[in-house]
């Protein structure tokens, strides 16, 4: 390829802003370069909480983003991740003490399916009746909350501390607790996507009973 055909190709790309969903004030995240719209759709960029706040504080919270749809100069994002960073994880962590997980797979009332992992530290060592009772009331409050919320609103509370808050407050009734924290939410599941399996699965259950009939 001659130099001028490369420079004629390098012309010819136009940079997308990427901006985070409505939830997160369509902050602006960065920009990517592409030859056509059609190939910046799916593209995923990794922030965190603190540069989309200005709060360094909260650069320990990673979120991901990933572009669904494309405008003239814009990219759309949706969520698609969040985490807390390791080294803050670790920090947590206190020898004789117990670290309590769980992992959620939920629905929220707008038909997202959510993987959610919450954990809990607790202020000396817990016996394994203890770390399941705990384990217990991380769960059903996560369901709870996924439950009366749609998608949207159960991200804001995660990412906002309020579904930790809340679960710290009933579970240090079964133990002491020092900390309590949503270690990673994961979108698993679209609502379509969710509507396409339940289907597949009744096609499936009919073929069965018809099968036995």
């Given at each position: 390829?001659?130099?001028?055909?490369?420079?004629?190709?390098?012309?010819?790309?136009?940079?997308?802003?990427?901006?985070?969903?409505?939830?997160?004030?369509?902050?602006?995240?960065?920009?990517?370069?592409?030859?056509?719209?059609?190939?910046?759709?799916?593209?995923?960029?990794?922030?965190?909480?603190?540069?989309?706040?200005?709060?360094?504080?909260?650069?320990?919270?990673?979120?991901?983003?990933?572009?669904?749809?494309?405008?003239?100069?814009?990219?759309?994002?949706?969520?698609?991740?969040?985490?807390?960073?390791?080294?803050?994880?670790?920090?947590?962590?206190r020898r004789?003490?117990?670290?309590?997980?769980?992992?959620?797979?939920?629905?929220?009332?707008?038909?997202?399916?959510?993987?959610?992992?919450?954990?809990?530290?607790?202020?000396?060592?817990?016996?394994?009746?203890?770390?399941?009772?705990?384990?217990?009331?991380?769960?059903?409050?996560?369901?709870?909350?996924?439950?009366?919320?749609?998608?949207?609103?159960?991200?804001?509370?995660?990412?906002?501390?309020?579904?930790?808050?809340?679960?710290?407050?009933?579970?240090?009734?079964?133990?002491?607790?020092?900390?309590?924290?949503?270690?990673?939410?994961?979108?698993?599941?679209?609502?379509?996507?969710?509507?396409e399996e339940?289907?597949?699965?009744?096609?499936?259950?009919?073929?069965?009973?018809?099968?036995?009939?």
């Amino acid at each position: 390829m001659s130099e001028r055909s490369v420079s004629r190709t390098k012309q010819e790309k136009r940079w997308y802003t990427i901006l985070a969903p409505e939830q997160f004030d369509r902050k602006e995240l960065g920009e990517t370069p592409a030859d056509e719209p059609e190939k910046v759709y799916d593209r995923t960029i990794e922030t965190t909480l603190g540069e989309i706040t200005n709060n360094a504080s909260e650069n320990n919270t990673k979120l991901t983003f990933k572009v669904t749809d494309v405008g003239s100069d814009a990219a759309y994002t949706e969520f698609q991740e969040h985490a807390l960073t390791r080294d803050y994880l670790r920090s947590l962590v206190r020898r004789g003490a117990s670290k309590v997980e769980a992992y959620v797979t939920v629905l929220t009332t707008d038909d997202y399916r959510v993987q959610i992992q919450p954990v809990a530290f607790t202020t000396k060592k817990a016996d394994a009746s203890q770390e399941k009772a705990i384990r217990e009331q991380m769960v059903q409050m996560i369901e709870e909350a996924a439950a009366e919320r749609t998608f949207d609103e159960l991200i804001d509370s995660i990412v906002e501390g309020r579904l930790s808050s809340a679960i710290y407050g009933e579970a240090k009734t079964i133990y002491p607790l020092r900390r309590v924290e949503i270690q990673k939410t994961t979108l698993e599941a679209h609502p379509e996507e969710v509507a396409e399996e339940e289907a597949t699965s009744v096609d499936v259950d009919e073929e069965d009973v018809a099968a036995e009939n």
